[in-house]
């Protein structure tokens, strides 16, 4: 019988990047992330006989099954715990506010670990949903749950999973998106933070790093101190991208318009509003900010980058099963 699952994107404020283990995925160190409702992936998955091969369409293109190997590795996994050989139909379905995805590998894996296990006939618990989603795309192990979730790194793969530590975020933090470029990116995250791991001087540093900035973050937290967790959270951020740029040869995913963001944020902050910044593997800006600040910070930053490029995001809510198949 064909299942649907829907799981929503995070964005870290304490990043995961690099990894022990590439096979199982298997993290350096936890991170800590807010799943958002604006972004999202409905993923059917049907378990079919008459395919010879798995199919996979996404957003109403066929896809050649070369360039799926996290969805494979999570399909191929889902029937050797199910004990079935069948071919797969996926349909897929990213809801972002333009093409090309905004960490949709995290919403991506978590839905399809979602729809796919059920298909298979599994009853998996939360747990284990998100050890499945994670041997897609790391980050999608967050995206199981709502809120403010931390990804315990663990020590093998029964250990490394998500838990929320928040499931209701209600104290005011919101995050805005800067839509700079929606291309591809030139380095994955996957090979970015290997090429980090393997060559950065830096790197022996960063599981002590994310060690303090975790704590910090926890306890800003606990008092639902928006300003301090967006300042640990950029500081955090920026800490990521040093691993860029200190690898061999060095990288980096900003691009000038990020810059343009990141000054415009800071320029805000100088007048006395609640806001940082946060990036990922691509050039996108995400605003951390109290919500008491939203009109204000959007009306700093449309005369720089235009209304359509600033979308606002609420904390969002954990995977859902839908009745409706697509
Ligand atoms: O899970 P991946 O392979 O898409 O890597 C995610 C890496 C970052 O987005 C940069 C950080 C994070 O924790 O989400």
Redesign the pocket.
């Known amino acids: 019988m064909a299942k649907t699952a829907r799981a929503h994107t ?3 404020l ?4 690099g990894k022990r283990d590439q096979d199982l995925i298997l993290p350096y160190t936890d ?1 800590l ?1 807010l799943t958002l409702d604006e972004f999202y992936t409905t993923t059917t998955v049907q378990f079919d006989d008459q395919l010879t091969e798995d199919r996979i369409v996404i957003d109403h293109q066929d896809m050649p099954l070369a360039n799926m190997g996290k969805v494979v590795t999570v399909l191929d996994r889902v029937r050797e715990l199910a004990g079935i050989t069948t071919p797969a139909h996926v349909i897929s379905e990213n809801h972002v506010p333009m093409a090309a995805g905004l ?1 949709s ?2 919403s991506a894996m978590a839905a399809l670990a979602g729809a796919a296990s059920r298909a298979a006939g599994l009853d998996l618990s939360l747990t284990d949903l998100s050890r499945l989603a994670r041997r897609g ?4 192990s ?1 995206s199981i749950f709502g809120g403010l979730v931390q990804w315990r790194r663990g020590n093998d793969d029964v250990t490394s999973y998500a838990e929320p530590i928040l499931e209701q975020v209600d104290f005011g933090l919101e995050m805005l998106a800067i839509m700079i470029n929606q291309d591809q990116k030139k380095v ?3 090979g970015g ?1 290997q090429l980090s791991v393997d060559t950065s001087p830096y790197f022996a540093m960063w599981p002590n790093v994310v060690e303090q900035d975790l704590t910090a973050m926890q306890q800003a937290i606990a008092e639902q101190d928006v300003a301090t967790i967006g300042q640990i959270a950029e500081a955090n951020a920026m800490r ?1 991208h040093a691993l860029t740029l200190s690898a061999n040869p060095p990288f980096s995913y900003f691009e000038p318009a990020t810059m343009t963001a990141i000054q415009a944020i800071q320029n805000l902050r100088e007048q006395g509003l609640t806001c940082y910044y946060t990036m ?2 691509g050039p996108n800006v995400k605003v951390i900010y109290d919500r008491a600040h939203r009109d204000e910070i959007i009306a700093g930053l449309a005369p720089i980058f235009g209304q359509d490029q600033l979308v606002v995001a609420q904390p969002g809510p954990g995977i859902t099963w839908l009745e409706e198949d697509l």
């Open positions: 995070n964005i870290a304490i990043k995961y990047w991170s992330s960490a590998s995290a795309s790391g980050s999608a967050r994955s995250s996957r933070m990521m990922d593997a």
